[in-house]
């Protein structure tokens, strides 16, 4: 009955607080869209330095809005991740994973789209939702004014959907939400790609079909820890876990596999660019491009050969570190096409939206708004963040993990390892992570900080409000 009345509470909070915060005086309140894709590292990306891949769309949302250089997934696992970029959470709040069943009711009403729902936007889902079964309603909490979203993976060319693909799909969906607005309600629209995520098993890297013969005339090269010194260096228990012994074997263990699901990786996220073109030449067309605030970022990155391994479930750069854009076209022009290297994280999706629309933040959202970065001020910010990973698959050799990071330096543990497994990174002077310090006496005394600091976090993190 408690949980009840409280999230009566805060809808009536939301409903009547004014604008403020990134809502600007004397303007209606703007649009948002929320672009997430799946598995995308952030360096496959164009603007962030990768000279093969082609995102130009993307690059141009860069070039005119704010590029976030370090930002990273507190999860760096899809529903764990999703329900973070949602809530505002850290997993060991929310704690929303594969194996724990939907997203709670509770934390569903503190969600970004129900929060501004109840005050006045008109909102909708489009894509992979990845917390919950896709009902629009929970417990009496409408979550969406429309919905277009799937559970599960969904399929790149779905069997009732004419040969078009997915990503194109999803667009048409996002012309149609488009079309159902009404002229007194702004909107906030989430689209979640299933782009880059592998389709049928380990393999399944589908692109659209006038794509499949694109990036056919380059080499991409191994990353430069794919050596077995690198893969050598591992715990032993990584090395015989899933990573290895399923998405290595599978993806990358020869160079015609590498290139073949690296290709195909690429054009994905290629004809995800393309869609979002078509999105924002849509929003041109209909007279919302002015007003409409873009947030573009993945929900975790994926190890491509790194260590001669695969997946995304461990804490490693190449793990959690996503490409993150937000494009304001509302700022003042001093602060377009800047660079951000603060930490940001997944968790600061949920108070910038919040912010956006002048909507109370509530006291279970965690993260911090992007707001005044992407207006070019200087601010005091975090200098470090929780990471973790509470999808444990015993049989698949993937053991809890947990984290802290700062600027310079990575501490990572596996608690539930007899003895405890710990690893430590100079991030400044090894930034592929190669060289693990845990064991270095003049490293110690940074060893010794950083565990009670990664205590403190995890203590934080798991704090009910």
């Not at 994973?97 to 509770?106: A, D, E, R, V």
């Not at 073949?260 to 007279?287: C, P, Q």
């Amino acid at each position: 009955m408690k949980a009840e009345v409280r999230m009566q509470a805060l809808a009536l909070l939301a409903v009547l607080i004014l604008p403020c915060g990134l809502a600007v005086a004397g303007e209606s309140r703007p649009n948002v869209v929320v672009i997430v894709t799946d598995d995308q590292r952030w360096d496959a990306l164009g603007a962030a330095g990768n000279t093969i891949i082609q995102t130009p769309h993307l690059d141009r949302l860069a070039a005119q809005g704010t590029r976030f250089t370090n930002a990273f997934a507190t999860s760096s696992i899809c529903a764990a991740s999703r329900a973070s970029i949602f809530t505002g959470m850290y997993e060991r709040r929310h704690g929303c994973n594969f194996h724990t069943g939907p997203l709670k009711p509770s934390f569903l009403a503190d969600s970004y789209p129900v929060r501004l729902r109840a005050a006045g936007y008109f909102t909708g889902m489009i894509g992979k939702y990845g917390v919950g079964d896709g009902k629009r309603e929970v417990e009496g909490t409408t979550l969406f004014d429309r919905w277009y979203g799937f559970y599960g993976q969904g399929q790149y060319f779905p069997k009732d959907a004419g040969g078009k693909h997915l990503d194109e799909i999803m667009i048409d969906q996002a012309e149609d939400f488009l079309d159902e607005l009404l002229p007194d309600r702004p909107f906030c629209l989430s689209i979640s790609f299933k782009s880059p995520h592998s389709g049928v098993g380990y393999l399944g890297y589908t692109p659209e079909k006038d794509l499949a013969d694109f990036y056919g005339d380059v080499t991409i090269p191994y990353p430069a820890t794919a050596t077995e010194q690198h893969f050598a260096a591992l715990p032993e228990f990584l090395q015989r876990s899933n990573a290895r012994y399923n998405y290595w074997q599978l993806r990358y263990s020869t160079a015609e596999k590498y290139q073949e699901t690296m290709k195909d990786y690429y054009r994905l996220i290629t004809g995800m660019d393309r869609a979002v073109g078509r999105l924002r030449s849509e929003l041109s067309r209909r007279g919302l491009a002015e007003n409409t605030v873009l947030v573009f970022l993945s929900d975790n990155g994926d190890m491509a050969a790194d260590y001669l391994i695969g997946g995304k479930e461990l804490l490693y750069d190449v793990s959690i570190r996503v490409p993150m854009i937000v494009y304001d076209p509302r700022v003042a022009a001093k602060a377009r096409g800047q660079t951000r290297d603060e930490l940001v994280l997944n968790i600061d999706v949920a108070p910038t939206m919040l912010e956006l629309a002048g909507v109370a933040i509530p006291p279970s959202v965690q993260g911090m708004s992007l707001g005044p970065l992407v207006h070019g001020e200087k601010i005091a910010w975090r200098e470090d963040f929780f990471c973790e990973n509470n999808f444990c698959v015993p049989e698949q050799y993937y053991p809890k993990i947990e984290g802290v990071r700062t600027a310079r330096w990575k501490y990572i543990r596996y608690p539930e390892m007899e003895p405890v497994y710990e690893e430590l990174f100079d991030l400044q002077a090894d930034p592929l992570e190669t060289k693990n310090l845990a064991g270095n006496a003049e490293a110690s005394d940074v060893l010794a900080r950083l565990r009670l600091r990664c205590d403190e976090l995890a203590k934080s993190a798991g704090t009910e409000q």
